[in-house]
């Protein structure tokens, strides 16, 4: 059997199945460690053919998946929130996302659910102010004494500022920022403990395929580790 052949029928099929996640550096590790004729040159060339083939998936560079299917975050909980501050504010760079977006993937479903939006620092406070006067419990950047009083009400909203490379769609964030930032938020706002949240994370995770290499760069940025999100043992 050709060092190829091998590759795409032993090696790969074992990664698939032992995890929905891999990397380029654990799939050339086990290469070398199997002595098979594959030169660092010619590696990516066999992964890219794989991926051509749909044998696996790109979830980024440096990532490969298992799974066939992105992940699709159900924008309806964020929806009425984005179209108000679309109106409101036409010129406005923000992105929104909610704990309800989450919710299918959680073991006891939140109670109430809360929305943040991420802007310019310089808007926050005028979209606290507009959020407070159409209804919205706005909380503008809660932080230290704020943060430990904070509540959760019918329509609550936090404000915060936005990091520019969030991955977005337009003014709604990717699952990639939600699950980095709800897993600070989580911590800042005491929204659920640790273990909840990396079951949720494994669980959306594996319900569709992530952009791994997004999520890493831009945990990275906030100076988070995808092993912090995930938990250790999850990265392989």
């Known amino acids: 059997m050709s060092a190829k052949t091998t590759l795409f029928r032993q090696v790969l099929p074992q990664f698939k199945a032992a995890s929905p996640y891999f990397t380029t550096v654990a799939i050339a590790r086990r290469v070398q460690e199997l002595n098979l004729a594959i030169s660092d040159g010619t590696l990516p060339v066999y992964l890219t053919e794989a991926t051509a083939t749909g044998l696996i998936h790109d979830a980024g560079r440096g990532w ?11 924008p309806k909980p964020v929806a009425p929130l984005v179209r108000a501050l679309e109106k409101k504010f036409p010129l406005l760079d923000f992105h929104c996302w909610a704990t309800a977006q989450i919710n299918p993937y959680m073991h006891h479903l939140l109670g109430k659910s809360v929305a943040f939006v991420n802007t310019d620092s310089d808007a926050m406070e005028a979209v606290a102010d507009f959020l407070r006067s159409t209804g919205y419990d706005a909380h503008l950047n809660p932080r230290g004494d704020a943060a430990s009083k904070f509540t959760l009400r019918d329509k609550t909203v936090v404000v915060r500022k936005r990091v520019l490379t969030a991955p977005v769609d337009g003014h709604f964030a990717r699952i990639e920022t939600l699950l980095v ?24 995770a594996s319900a569709g395929r992530l952009a791994l290499a997004s999520l890493v760069a831009y945990a990275a940025d906030r100076k988070q580790t995808v092993a912090a999100v995930f938990g250790a043992d999850w990265v392989k």
């Open 64 to 74: 490969y998946s298992s799974l066939v299917q992105e992940f699709k975050l159900d």
């Open 181 to 204: 930032d709800l897993f600070l938020e989580s911590q800042r706002l005491v929204l659920m403990d640790a273990s909840e949240f990396q079951d949720m994370a494994r669980a959306v």
